[in-house]
């Protein structure tokens, strides 16, 4: 399958008016925003688990990244509430499920396969604070490393945020609105913006959170390797 596999043009979902699609496991349902590949993908989705789910133990090959939209998220290592962030690395290993249900972000297939790096971070440990370069927005850095950063970010209400990107970005909005080109983007719209592409919006009236990754476009974007 090739879902949005140009990564040089600007792509944008909406996901809370797109229909929930089976997947192979029962009681886990998705809406894909960008995919290259089968069952085996590169593949960045919001996945859906229905209250009691539980995986068989698995690896990761290609690596994991997800954030916690809804519910709980649950494995061997602990359990991640809803604003909870996890970056699984090629190899690692987990039992994933979720007794009361959850909702997640997630992107897979997309690390430095050498990348050994985990992070495992709730709510309650992520400082806000300033961000660098961009006067009245706040951020927690979830992740950062050669290839990309990763935050979550605070933009206050009635104001034009403008951010110079190198490496392309993807922006999922966690509560607020924002336009950018003239499309307005609520809870969970996702905007990937293309390498070389500067991020000019406006908030709403109550400003944006936003879940924000940048530099990793620069990266080849290809399906895993058989």
């Known amino acids: 399958m090739q879902l949005n596999d140009n990564f040089s043009i600007r792509v944008s979902q909406h ?12 009681g886990v349902d998705r809406k894909m925003l960008d995919r290259i590949g089968d069952e085996v993908a590169r593949a960045t989705s919001i996945v859906r688990y229905a209250p009691g789910i539980h995986f068989s133990p698995h690896i990761h090959t290609g690596g994991e990244e997800f954030l916690v939209l809804k519910g ?5 290592h602990g359990d991640y509430p809803a604003g909870s962030y996890v970056r699984n ?7 994933p499920g979720s ?3 959850c909702t997640i972000f997630v992107k897979l297939w997309q690390f430095d396969l050498t990348d050994r790096v985990e992070v495992k971070l709730r709510p309650d440990a992520m400082e806000f604070q300033s961000m660098p ?14 290839r990309e950063i990763v935050s979550l970010q605070r933009w206050p209400a009635a104001t034009d945020i403008e951010l110079h990107i190198e490496g392309g970005s993807e922006v999922l909005v966690l509560d607020g609105y ?7 983007f609520a809870k969970y719209s996702w905007l990937r913006l293309p390498s070389g592409t500067d991020l000019q ?17 620069d990266q080849p974007q ?4 058989s």
């Open 15 to 26: 996901t809370l008016n797109g229909a929930w699609i089976a997947s192979p496991i029962p």
């Open 72 to 76: 709980v998220f649950q494995d061997e």
């Open 89 to 95: 690395p090629p190899r690692s290993r987990h039992t």
């Open 99 to 101: 007794e009361p249900g």
């Open 133 to 146: 370069g961009a006067s009245g927005l706040e951020w927690a850095l979830l992740h950062e490393d050669r």
């Open 178 to 184: 924002f336009v950018e080109q003239d499309e307005s």
């Open 201 to 217: 919006a406006r908030t709403g009236e109550d400003g944006a959170t936003v879940w924000v990754k940048t530099g990793h476009l």
């Open 222 to 225: 290809q399906a895993p390797k």
